[in-house]
Nanobody
Framework: QVRLEESGGGSVQAGGSLRLSCTASRRTFSRNAMGWFRQTPGKEREFLAAISSPDSSDDSSTYVAASVKGRFTMFRDNAKTTMYLQMTRLKPKDTALYYC??????????????WGQGTQVTVSA
C-alpha cells in the first residue's frame, strides 16, 4: 500500500515562505512521478506541480502550473525518498490544504492520482 507522508504546513504572513515535504516508500519514489495539489473548501482540487521519476526517460522533468510559476519550486531528494514544494512570496489566496500526489506513472503527466492526507497552509494578510 502506498503511503505518502506530508509535512511542513503551517501559518505564515503574506510574503513569507514555506517548504512542504512528502516522503514515500523507496519503490514508489523511484518508479513513480510525484506531484502536489491543493484544495480550498468548495473548490476543485488544483494541480500545482509534478516531477518525473528517476527511472523515467526524462528524469526529474518538472511541470509547474502557471498560477504558481515563479513562486513555487518542486524538487526531490532521491536518497531521502522525499520531494519538496518550496513556496515563496506566499499570498492569502495560497491558503489551502496541500496534498502530495503519487502520479502512478514515471512521466510527470501520470496515469492516476493517489493523494496523501494533506497539510494545511494558511497565509495571513
Amino acid at each position: 500500500q502506498v503511503r505518502l507522508e506530508e509535512s511542513g504546513g503551517g501559518s505564515v504572513q503574506a510574503g513569507g515562505s514555506l517548504r512542504l515535504s512528502c516522503t514515500a516508500s523507496r519503490r514508489t519514489f523511484s518508479r513513480n512521478a510525484m506531484g502536489w495539489f491543493r484544495q480550498t473548501p468548495g473548490k476543485e482540487r488544483e494541480f500545482l506541480a509534478a516531477i518525473s521519476s528517476p527511472d523515467s526517460s526524462d528524469d526529474s522533468s518538472t511541470y509547474v502550473a502557471a498560477s504558481v510559476k515563479g513562486r513555487f519550486t518542486m524538487f526531490r531528494d532521491n536518497a531521502k525518498t522525499t520531494m519538496y514544494l518550496q513556496m515563496t512570496r506566499l499570498k492569502p489566496k495560497d491558503t489551502a490544504l496541500y496534498y502530495c500526489d503519487d502520479r502512478g506513472g514515471s512521466n510527470w503527466k501520470g496515469l492516476y492520482d493517489y493523494w496523501g492526507q494533506g497539510t494545511q497552509v494558511t497565509v495571513s494578510a
